[in-house]
């Protein structure tokens, strides 16, 4: 199980790392948003979600949901408290922002970020 667990986690890092650079070569040139890219970076890392929650644990797929809306409230609320403290935004979102602290686009990165994060944990034995 463990060496599963180990194999699978490289993978998702790999193919993870490769989406995001494969996204960078694919919008570089444009400096704009568009839908194909952002596709392109969340699909790798959502389909090894599904994966790892169809060879490991089915768990998975909670830690994915719990990472996602923790990862969002927390962002929301460190920019809102980063705004009051010093009247300045601390990012800008310009595409499906809630109130410019966050965008529901970033969503699927905090689930991926959570299990990306429990995986490395499991990999140096945590």
Do not use: C
Not at 12 to 39: D, M, N, P
Not at 61 to 69: A, E, K, L, R
Not at 86 to 108: D, E, F, V
Request: proline share 2%; net charge positive.
């Amino acid at each position: 199980m463990e060496t599963k667990i180990t194999i699978l986690g490289f993978a998702f890092i790999a193919l993870t790392f490769v989406g995001f650079y494969i996204a960078y070569l694919y919008g570089r040139k444009t400096k704009q948003f568009k839908w194909s890219e952002y596709i392109l970076l969340v699909f790798w890392p959502i389909l090894f979600v599904f994966a790892f929650a169809y060879f490991v644990d089915i768990k998975i797929i909670s830690m994915f949901v719990v990472s996602s809306f923790l990862g969002f409230a927390s962002e929301h609320v460190l920019g809102f408290a980063y705004y009051k403290t010093l009247n300045k935004k601390l990012w800008k979102y310009n595409r499906l922002s809630i109130g410019g602290y966050t965008s529901l686009l970033s969503i699927p990165f905090w689930g991926v970020a959570g299990v990306f994060f429990w995986f490395v944990s499991k990999m140096i034995g945590l």
